[in-house]
């Protein structure tokens, strides 16, 4: 239901709380389903880790390391999206590659 990247920790650590902590799993799931939310929450956060990313590239960027910055960016973009595929971490892989 989620790709392989930070939310489905987030998405077990809730079940794992509410399991623990709460007499009913209905809030569980209410909060998991709340997708407008989680939506809005991966893309403070992916702006949060990416705008030092980006002025930091703004500055230093040339051709021998701008496969590492592409890999970076792909990075923070594949781990903090909300709804990514797993196929999308070979946007990672391949500029480190090359």
């Not at 569980?28 to 880790?49: A, P």
């Not at 030092?52 to 781990?79: Q, R």
């Not at 903090?80 to 590659?97: C, N, R, S, T």
Request: glycine fraction near 4%; aromatic fraction near 18%.
């Amino acid at each position: 239901y989620m790709a392989s990247n930070i939310w489905v920790w987030y998405v077990l650590a809730l079940k794992v709380y509410h399991k623990l902590f709460s007499s009913t799993d209905e809030g569980c799931r209410l909060q998991i389903s709340d997708h407008d939310y989680y939506k809005s929450l991966t893309g403070v956060i992916t702006l949060i880790f990416l705008i030092p990313l980006i002025l930091k590239m703004a500055f230093k960027i040339n051709t021998s390391n701008f496969c590492s910055y592409l890999a970076l960016v792909n990075f923070v973009a594949y781990n903090f999206g909300y709804h990514v595929h797993e196929k999308a971490i070979q946007m990672v892989y391949i500029p480190l590659l090359v």
